[in-house]
């Protein structure tokens, strides 16, 4: 199964071709290249949802810590990060 995991943006590497933006991303310690150009505003600090190495979207810190507990709770987070 594949899930929208959501973590917690560290660093823009900006490109001139917005397909080419990309970022670091932090998934609770485990930090991951990912693509941007779904998010042209995305910065530093951001959570996003990550599927497939592409954000796709933007939440707030809250929503992310509640989607990462229940994703550790049932052992699928785990499963996403060895994929």
């Given at each position: 199964m594949?899930?929208?995991?959501?973590?917690?943006?560290?660093?823009?590497?900006?490109?001139?071709?917005?397909?080419?933006?990309?970022?670091?991303?932090?998934?609770?310690?485990?930090?991951?290249?990912?693509?941007?150009?779904?998010?042209?505003?995305?910065?530093?600090?951001?959570?996003?949802?990550?599927?497939?190495?592409?954000?796709?979207?933007?939440?707030?810190?809250?929503?992310?810590?509640?989607?990462?507990?229940?994703?550790?709770?049932?052992?699928?987070?785990?499963?996403?990060?060895?994929s």
């Open positions: 594949c899930l929208a995991i959501p973590g917690k943006l560290i660093s823009v590497q900006e490109h001139d071709d917005i397909l080419f933006r990309t970022g670091k991303v932090s998934f609770d310690g485990i930090v991951k290249d990912v693509n941007l150009s779904l998010l042209p505003d995305a910065k530093s600090g951001d959570y996003v949802l990550v599927h497939v190495g592409i954000a796709i979207s933007k939440v707030d810190e809250e929503e992310a810590q509640l989607m990462l507990k229940y994703l550790t709770a049932s052992g699928d987070m785990k499963n996403e990060m060895d």
